[in-house]
């Protein structure tokens, strides 16, 4: 993983803490994810005028991915509606990495060397670190299901993950990748929406549009650097690096949510810089 990879990653999880941010702030969860699901298949539509359209190799990547990308809204849905930001998003975001490595390791032959595993394994101590502190420090009991909802959303994650890196690798264009990727998983749940709105979408968007367009600007971005990047860099460690947005969302909910921050988490930001400086070395 060279310096600028790092710092592709590094930008793609501020971005990404952001929009979930912007998503857990509106209340309704369901008007949030439609605007920023539909609003990152606008944007897919846009770019796909312009971009190469995928390789044939990267089309079932590209199907089942979008498949898992819509059961990651649907249990981010819950667990957001379950549970306190700095509850859900760590665990949500900290499960991912460590079964990531798993699954690049049999999927993708990416065994990691002694440097990257040490990076991971230490980053994936932070991000617990922060994650329990988040249960401990909230201002209200841990909902079990909403924990239950997090720990599958890491699933979720970790499983699109290692297919979107093997997809974006056979495309031949992390452009064209991304676009189709938001076309294809974006319109599910405006979908399901109009559906349940019937005659009333728009006045149930209007309110918070410019909020959710923000989200799905941001989570383009996001999601678009970390392709860039896993056609560059093994899984498992842009995976790790990747998450180093709940640090990003664990000041956001200080500041922005009210919730507690607390030396436990500096602490474990720490540990989380020093096991990207252990993937670095490597």
């Known amino acids: 993983m060279t310096p600028l990879v790092a710092a592709a990653v590094l930008l793609a999880a501020v971005t990404h803490a952001s929009w979930n941010a912007l998503a857990h ?10 605007l920023i699901s539909g609003g990152g298949t606008l944007i897919g539509l846009a770019m796909a005028g312009v971009v190469p359209v995928p390789a044939a190799g990267a089309w079932p990547y590209l199907l089942v991915s979008a498949v898992i990308h819509i059961g990651y809204y649907l249990l ?4 957001f509606r379950l549970g306190d930001f700095g509850q859900a998003y760590p665990v949500a975001r900290g499960t991912a990495p460590l ?7 049999v999927f993708a032959g990416e065994v990691p060397d002694g440097w990257q595993a040490a990076g991971v394994a230490v980053s994936c101590a932070g991000l617990t670190g922060l994650a329990l502190w988040g249960l401990r420090g909230s201002a209200r009991r841990p909902d079990w299901r909403a924990l239950g909802a997090a720990l599958a959303t890491g699933v979720s994650i970790a499983s699109y993950t290692v297919v979107d890196g093997l997809g974006v690798r056979a495309s031949g264009s992390s452009l064209g990748y991304i676009a189709w990727l938001m ?3 974006g319109i599910a749940v405006p979908v399901y929406a109009a ?8 006045a149930r968007l209007k309110p918070f549009a410019g909020l959710g367009l923000l989200g799905a600007a941001l989570s383009v971005a996001a999601y678009g650097l970390v392709l860039w990047a896993q056609t560059r860099a093994e899984l498992a460690p842009v995976s790790a690096l990747r998450e180093s947005s709940i640090i990003v969302g664990a000041a956001i909910g200080a500041v ?12 474990a930001a720490g540990v989380m810089v020093a ?6 070395h490597a």
């Open 183 to 185: 076309i294809l998983e």
């Open 195 to 202: 559906y349940r709105w019937r005659g009333q979408l728009v």
């Open 76 to 79: 981010l849905m819950t667990s």
């Open 275 to 280: 096991g990207i400086g252990l993937m670095l």
């Open 99 to 105: 079964v990531v490595t798993v699954f690049a390791a």
């Open 256 to 267: 922005f949510f009210k919730e507690r921050f607390g030396m436990p988490r500096v602490v």
């Open 25 to 34: 702030h509106i209340t309704d969860k369901l008007v949030g994810f439609t």
